[in-house]
C-alpha cells in the first residue's frame, strides 16, 4: 500500500522542485523568480488547512523528500445547468521525481486529491493532461472535453498607467 498523506507547509519547496520536474527545468534554473514565488504561495495556502486548496504527497522511501504530488483547488465560477454551485475542481502539480516513475505514486496523489473533491462537495474536476499522463487520467474517468483551451497572455501594467475603476467600466 502506498502511504499518501495531505501536504504540509513545510513541503513547500519539495513540491517547487517537482513542479520544475513536472516542466523539465533544472533545478538551478529560476527565471523570474518563479520558484520563490510559488513556494511562498504554497506557503500562504497549505498554513492551515484551506476549503479551496490541497496537495497530497508521497515521501521518498529513504525519507530525503518528496517521490509525488498532487495539488488543486475548488475555483467559484458562475453557476450553470449541470453545475449550480458553480463549483469547480483543478488539478495541477501532478509529479513523481524520475527515480519512482511507474509506481503508482501519482495515481495515488490523484486519488486522495480526488477523494478530497467529492467531500468538499465538487462534483466538476479540470485539468490538463500531457500526452504521456492522459491514460492515467482516462483510467480515473477524466474525458476530453469539446472546449479548447485558450489563453491570452497580458503586458505587465506600467507604474503610470491609469488605473480603471469598476464604476468607470458601463
Not at 501536504?7 to 520558484?35: H, K, N, P, Q, Y
Not at 454551485?85 to 495541477?92: A, H, M, R, T, W
Request: negative net charge; hydrophobic residues 40%.
Amino acid at each position: 500500500m502506498i502511504d499518501v498523506r495531505r501536504a504540509t507547509t513545510g513541503d513547500a519547496a519539495e513540491l517547487v522542485r517537482l513542479r520544475g520536474v513536472l516542466f523539465g527545468i533544472a533545478e538551478d534554473s529560476d527565471d523570474d523568480g518563479w520558484r520563490e514565488a510559488s513556494r511562498q504561495i504554497l506557503i500562504r495556502r497549505l498554513a492551515v488547512p484551506s476549503p479551496t486548496m490541497a496537495g497530497f504527497v508521497v515521501d521518498q522511501p529513504d525519507g530525503a523528500g518528496l517521490a509525488a504530488s498532487a495539488v488543486g483547488i475548488i475555483e467559484e465560477r458562475l453557476g450553470g445547468p449541470g453545475n449550480p454551485s458553480g463549483l469547480v475542481g483543478y488539478v495541477f502539480n501532478v509529479a513523481t521525481d524520475p527515480g519512482h516513475r511507474r509506481s503508482g505514486y501519482a495515481r495515488a496523489c490523484t486519488d486522495a486529491l480526488l477523494t478530497w473533491f467529492r467531500n468538499q462537495g465538487i462534483r466538476t474536476v479540470d485539468l490538463r493532461a500531457t500526452a504521456a499522463a492522459e491514460p492515467l487520467y482516462l483510467s480515473q474517468g477524466f474525458r476530453r472535453t469539446a472546449d479548447p483551451a485558450m489563453r491570452l497572455k497580458l503586458p505587465v501594467a506600467a507604474v503610470d498607467d491609469p488605473v480603471v475603476h469598476s464604476e468607470e467600466i458601463r
